[in-house]
């Protein structure tokens, strides 16, 4: 759609520049035909006045032609050829002494100019030449004809720079260049070679009757073609595909946003069967812990009681919600059988063991880890029993928490104070 915009924008803009030019040349042409037509007629009534004379000497003839050379400013000069063809009188003479006395019959297009005029008795223009004063011109000239008499020739010349920089205004050349054509021939140019405007030339044709045409050729300056063009074209295309990039991006985005959020809602559904799953798990798990006549009792890593069974609720009497993440198994055991039971250890393993490591030394070294120790009911009661410590690690073999299974102990040996462990000099009998 830009594109199209674009494209009728500037056939518009190409055809407002076209008639823009057609109107300035049609000026121009009007400027140079309107020119040619009052030099040619003012040259034309002072050859009748001069038929009309009987006789007439050089000062007249000189200060008549000066108050036509005043008004009409357009003229090389204006000259006087007798009936040899040779020019006689020049006004002004000053900058056109080559042209005194020069013989027309000389060079050819004088010559033919002379012949027409002569034959049909009436002004007649030459084709553009060199003029002896220099430059490019042309020569109208007008016979001075009576019934019984020839008296020669009025000629006026023109220079075709002069002629034009009189005609047309400063303003109308700084904005077109004017180029004339005369048989294919470029008589006059002023548009300079590094004007890249050909492809808006605009071509007539003025009439100079009598005579040969001029075909005109005017093309804008390359200041008044930026002005007269418009923006619109180039701000439609940067517009139009800025704003085509942007939907683009937009949309890029949008359809992004779309897999994300997609993405996001097969992983969350995912997630939720994953959460269900587990929780499914952690229900038969924790219905298998609490179903079991065995206590189970799980700590984290600092000893804070993690799981508490429904088996260690009746062994103890405590309430699962009195122990977990609250307790530690310190407050179910005897603190100075622990002390004991850590002074073997320290003396056992060859290093320090002290409080919560007492239970847990052996199952972090990965060692059997099964001993009686007398547990404290919340009632104050004691009893054995024979507990089995285990540690449990995750996939990446790092140790997450402790299990401990305490199993009633009976027939245990008192009388050498053993606390519970098990005596060497008394068997005993365990039972759940």
């Given amino acids: 759609m830009t594109f199209f915009v674009w494209r009728s924008q500037l056939q518009q803009d190409e055809a407002d520049t076209r008639h823009y030019l057609q ?22 009534r002072m050859g009748l006045h001069w038929e009309q004379e009987q006789d007439f000497t050089q000062q007249e003839w000189q200060a008549e032609a000066k108050s ?9 000069a204006i000259e006087w050829v007798d009936l040899s063809h040779h020019v006689r009188w020049i006004v002004p003479l000053a900058g056109n002494e080559k042209a005194l006395n020069l013989d027309l019959h000389q060079e050819r297009q004088r010559r033919h100019a002379l012949e027409q005029a002569e034959r049909y008795n009436q002004l007649t223009l030459s084709p553009v030449l060199n003029l002896v004063q220099g430059g490019k011109g042309f020569l109208a000239l007008r016979p001075l ?7 020669g020739f009025l000629l006026g010349v023109f220079r075709l720079q002069s002629f034009l920089a009189a005609t047309l205004s400063s303003d109308l050349t700084s ?15 002023n548009i300079p070679d590094y004007w890249q405007t050909g492809d808006w030339q605009q071509k007539t044709v003025i009439n100079r009757e009598p005579g040969l045409p001029w075909q005109l050729v005017v093309v804008p300056s390359p200041r008044t073609l930026k002005e007269i063009r418009s923006p619109f074209p180039l701000w439609t295309l940067l517009g139009g595909f800025g704003l085509a990039s942007m939907v683009a991006i937009a949309l890029h985005y949008a359809l992004v946003s779309r897999q994300r959020s997609q993405s996001l809602q ?3 559904i995912e997630q939720q069967r994953v959460e269900r799953e587990l929780q499914s798990a952690l229900l038969l798990n924790q219905a298998i812990v609490d179903g079991t006549n ?9 000893g804070v009681i993690q799981t508490f069974n429904q088996a260690a609720e009746k062994m103890l009497g405590y309430q699962a919600a009195e122990i977990i993440h609250q307790q530690t198994p310190l407050l179910i055991h005897d603190l100075q059988e622990i002390e004991v039971r850590s002074q073997e250890l320290t003396a056992e393993l060859g290093f320090p063991v002290a ?12 060692q059997p880890n099964e001993e009686i120790w007398t547990y404290i009911r919340q009632d104050g009661t004691r009893f054995p029993v024979l507990l089995s410590i285990s540690a449990l690690h995750n996939a990446r073999e790092r140790l997450m928490v402790f299990w401990g299974l305490p199993t009633i102990s009976v027939n ?7 606390f519970g462990r098990r005596c060497k000099n008394w068997p005993f009998k365990r039972r759940p």
């Fill in 23 to 44: 109107v300035e040349m049609t000026a121009v042409q009007s400027h140079i035909e309107q020119a040619l037509r009052s030099h040619i007629s003012a040259l034309d």
């Fill in 68 to 76: 036509y050379l005043r008004d009409f400013g357009g003229y090389q």
């Fill in 145 to 151: 004809q009576t019934p019984n008499q020839s008296k």
């Fill in 175 to 189: 904005k077109l260049g004017i180029e004339l054509r005369e048989k294919d021939q470029i008589v006059f140019s």
């Fill in 266 to 268: 097969k992983a969350l």
């Fill in 294 to 302: 065995y206590s189970i009792i799980s700590t984290d890593l600092n």
């Fill in 355 to 366: 409080g919560f490591e007492t239970f847990v030394a052996k199952a972090k070294l990965q």
């Fill in 412 to 418: 245990v040996c008192r009388q050498n104070k053993c």
